[in-house]
C-alpha cells in the first residue's frame, strides 16, 4: 500500500480535477451511490484531545479518513490535527494507498468553496473578501489562484495589523491581494474561515454577493448572522451533518425544510438570479472520496 506525505497528496490533488470530482460525488451520494454516514468523534478521558472516524463507501472504492485532534499540541511543536485517509478498492477490499489527512481536508474543504462559487454565482467573479486568516484561509488562497487567476482577494483579519501580515506572508503569483480597506465596496463574494462564536458577517443580503461560510463547525459557533441568513436561499453541502454541525443555521433558528442540498443545484434547480444565496460547508466522508478519486487518477 503506497503512503504519501503532505507535499505528495497536495501534488495528487489538483484543484481544478478535485472540484470536478466533488461535484460528481455530490451526485452520487444524492442518488444513494456513495454511502456516508455522520462522522463519529470520541474525547479522550482527560477531554484534552479527540479521535474522529470518517468512513464511506462508494461502488469504485471505499474510504476512511482517521484524525486525532489535540489542540494544545502547538505549545509543544506538534501539529493540533494529525491523521490519514485511508483508500481501499470496492470489489474485494485491497488497500490501495493513504493520503495525508490534513492536507485532505484544507484542499477538499477549499475546493468545495470554490464549487459552491462555481455553482451560485450569478456573475464573473472579479473580487472576493476572505475574513480569516489561518489555515484554511491559506488553502483557499491556493485554490481561488488555479481557478479563478487575476482576482482581487480582500483580507480581513481580527486586526488590521494580522492581515497585513497575511497579505504580505502570503502573496501568491495570479492574484491581487490586500487588506480590507474601511468603506469597502461589497465584494462579489464572502468567504468566512474562523473559529468565531459571534457573527462577523451580518450584512444585508444581495444577489450580487455570495456568502459562503466554512468555519462554525459545531452549533455553539457563528460567523455568518441571521440578516444575511434570513434574506437568503439556503444550501448545505452536507444535508445530513449540517443540522448538527452548521452553526450559522442553527442559531439563526432556521426551518430546516427551507435549507437544499448542494447537489439540488448541481442538478440543475437553482434559485432564481434575483435571489441572494447563502452556501454553508460543514464537510462529510465523501467529499475525502471524492480527493482519493482523484489521487487514484493521478497516479494513486
Not at 454511502?35 to 479522550?44: A, K, S, V, Y
Not at 492574484?175 to 462564536?197: F, G, I, K, N, Y
Request: proline share 7%; net charge neutral; aromatic share 6%.
Amino acid at each position: 500500500m503506497k503512503q504519501y506525505s503532505a507535499q505528495d497528496t497536495r501534488a495528487l490533488l489538483p484543484f481544478p480535477a478535485l472540484i470536478d470530482a466533488l461535484a460528481q460525488a455530490a451526485l452520487d451520494t444524492a442518488a444513494g451511490q456513495i454511502l456516508c454516514p455522520e462522522r463519529t468523534t470520541i474525547r479522550t478521558r482527560d477531554q484534552r484531545g479527540a479521535l474522529m472516524s470518517m468512513p464511506c463507501v462508494g461502488d469504485d472504492i471505499m474510504v476512511t479518513k482517521l484524525l486525532t485532534l489535540f489542540a494544545g499540541n502547538p505549545a509543544h511543536g506538534l501539529p493540533s490535527i494529525q491523521g490519514q485517509v485511508i483508500c481501499a478498492e470496492a470489489q474485494a477490499g485491497r488497500f490501495l494507498f493513504t493520503l495525508d489527512g490534513p492536507t485532505v481536508t484544507m484542499r477538499r474543504t477549499a475546493a468545495i468553496s470554490l464549487l459552491g462559487i462555481r455553482t451560485f454565482a450569478h456573475a464573473p467573479v472579479r473580487r472576493v473578501l476572505m475574513i480569516g486568516t489561518g489555515t484554511q484561509a491559506v488553502a483557499h488562497l491556493q485554490a481561488l489562484a488555479a481557478v479563478y487567476p487575476g482576482i482581487t482577494v480582500v483580507i480581513r483579519g481580527r486586526t488590521a495589523e494580522r492581515a497585513r501580515a497575511f497579505c504580505a506572508a502570503h502573496a501568491m503569483p495570479g492574484l491581487s491581494m490586500r487588506p480590507e480597506q474601511a468603506h469597502e465596496d461589497p465584494c462579489d463574494v464572502v468567504l468566512t474561515l474562523t473559529a468565531s462564536t459571534t457573527a462577523i458577517y451580518d450584512a444585508p443580503a444581495r444577489a450580487s454577493c455570495l456568502v459562503i461560510g466554512v468555519g462554525a463547525y459545531r452549533t455553539d459557533m457563528v460567523e455568518i448572522g441571521p440578516t444575511t441568513i434570513a434574506g437568503s436561499a439556503l444550501y448545505v453541502d452536507d444535508p445530513i451533518g449540517a443540522p448538527s454541525e452548521a452553526g450559522d443555521l442553527y442559531q439563526a433558528g432556521v426551518d430546516w425544510q427551507n435549507v437544499h442540498p448542494l447537489a439540488r443545484a448541481l442538478q440543475g434547480r437553482l434559485p432564481a438570479p434575483d435571489q441572494p444565496v447563502f452556501f454553508k460547508s460543514v464537510g462529510c466522508a465523501a467529499w475525502d472520496l471524492a480527493a482519493c478519486r482523484v489521487a487514484r487518477q493521478q497516479g494513486g
